[in-house]
């Protein structure tokens, strides 16, 4: 008799972790939590970034051919005649050690395409606690004037390893104009900046 209360004990408990498990147990995600804030480019004001993004140069939000929502970054160059760059960028808490990737989403429209050696990219730096930069990565291969027109083109940094003295890692999207003079214009959406598993 004992023992069989004590199984029903048993079996009791086990329903009531079971239920408890069933209630707060939550799949782990697996690496698409993005760090970056306002990463669509959805928030601010008529062509001003929202206040997670720091612009530079000739970079607004444009109500243009968004990959997703309504908006994107649009980027082009500040026809100074020499060599320029515009673009967003945005700092996130990092640890030295941890892996991480910058990609997003590039594109050039066919009635302002871009011309010469006009390019786009995703830029990752890792930055120390001074502000000082550490180290900066990029991809191999940047949006130029070779990319098909009118389609959003995947850009990404693959993962990196963030060095000694990191404290923040810094999303930086840009659009150089290599010789100060060339037209076209790009467009940049669905930034992400992603930890490795
Ligand atoms: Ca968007």
Redesign the pocket.
Same mark, same amino acid.
């Given at each position: 008799m004992r023992k069989l209360l004590s199984a029903l004990v048993f079996i009791l408990l086990g329903a009531v972790g079971f239920k408890y498990y069933a209630q707060h147990y939550e799949p782990a995600e697996p690496t698409t939590d993005n760090l970056l804030s306002d990463s669509?480019?959805?928030k601010g004001n008529e062509t001003a970034f929202s206040e997670h993004w720091v612009s530079f140069g000739n970079a607004f939000r444009e109500r243009v051919t968004?990959? /997703?929502?309504?908006? /994107?970054a649009k980027l082009y160059g500040e026809y100074t005649g020499s060599t320029n760059v515009s673009g967003v960028y945005q700092d996130v808490d990092a640890e030295p050690g941890l892996k991480y990737e910058a990609s997003i989403f590039i594109r050039s429209n066919s009635d302002d395409i871009i011309h010469g050696e006009n390019r786009a990219w995703v830029q990752l730096e890792f930055v120390d606690a001074k502000g000082k930069v550490l180290r900066r990565y990029s991809p191999v291969q940047k949006f130029g004037v070779t990319n098909a027109q009118d389609v959003y083109v995947h850009l990404s940094t693959g993962f990196v390893i963030a060095p000694e003295k990191t404290a923040k890692a810094r999303f930086v999207h840009v659009f150089e104009q290599l010789d100060g003079k060339a037209h076209g214009s790009t467009y940049g959406?669905?930034a992400m900046l992603r930890l490795s598993p």
């Open positions: 669509g480019f959805e968004p990959q /997703s929502g309504n908006y /994107s959406d669905d």
